[in-house]
């Protein structure tokens, strides 16, 4: 029988996982906080996004699969406007569903940084907190992004 100092401890445990004291995959102490320039914090909110809502489809890192188109491709570069607006409304075909219900402009816009930063290929795949120098942060290079924002 689990005494409950037990389970105390073992919940003390996840919930110490999942507050991100430590990666559960690793087991190692994270690096230290991320840095707080907004292009980090945009690309790492769109990864985040990313990962709950368009993996599935896209793949992982965003270069397509079966599903869907591979979203760093240069040559298929979107401006914002046409991005926000295909991930509102969906693609023409049906094939994409839209995303407005789920996704609001500031959530669509970070997503966009982060495919940016794959298609500009100034972020690695991975986790952008994780594929920096020595596994930390990632850095965004100087003068990243040169695209413009203005959503509407």
């Avoid at 230290?32 to 292009?39: F, K, M, N, T, V």
């Avoid at 790492?44 to 996004?49: A, F, I, L």
């Avoid at 298609?119 to 992004?145: I, N, S």
Wanted: with cysteine; glycine share 10%; charged share 20%.
């Amino acid at each position: 029988m689990i005494s409950r100092i037990s389970m105390l401890a073992a919940l003390a445990c996840i919930v110490w996982i999942i507050s991100g004291s430590v990666s559960p995959v690793h087991g190692l102490q994270k690096a230290s906080a991320p840095p707080s320039s907004d292009a980090y914090q945009n690309v790492y909110n769109g990864w985040k996004w990313w990962h709950v809502y368009c993996y599935r489809c896209h793949g992982m890192n965003a270069i397509g699969g079966s599903l869907a188109p591979n979203l760093i491709d240069p040559n298929a570069r979107l401006p914002l406007k046409d991005f926000l607006y295909r991930v509102r409304n969906g693609s023409a075909d049906g094939q994409m569903q839209p995303w407005d219900k789920l996704l609001d402009d500031k959530q669509i816009t970070q997503l966009y940084y982060y495919v940016m930063a794959r298609t500009d290929k100034v972020l690695p795949p991975g986790r952008p907190d994780e594929v920096g120098p020595k596994g930390g942060p990632w850095v965004p290079p100087k003068g990243w992004p040169k695209f413009q924002t203005g959503a509407r």
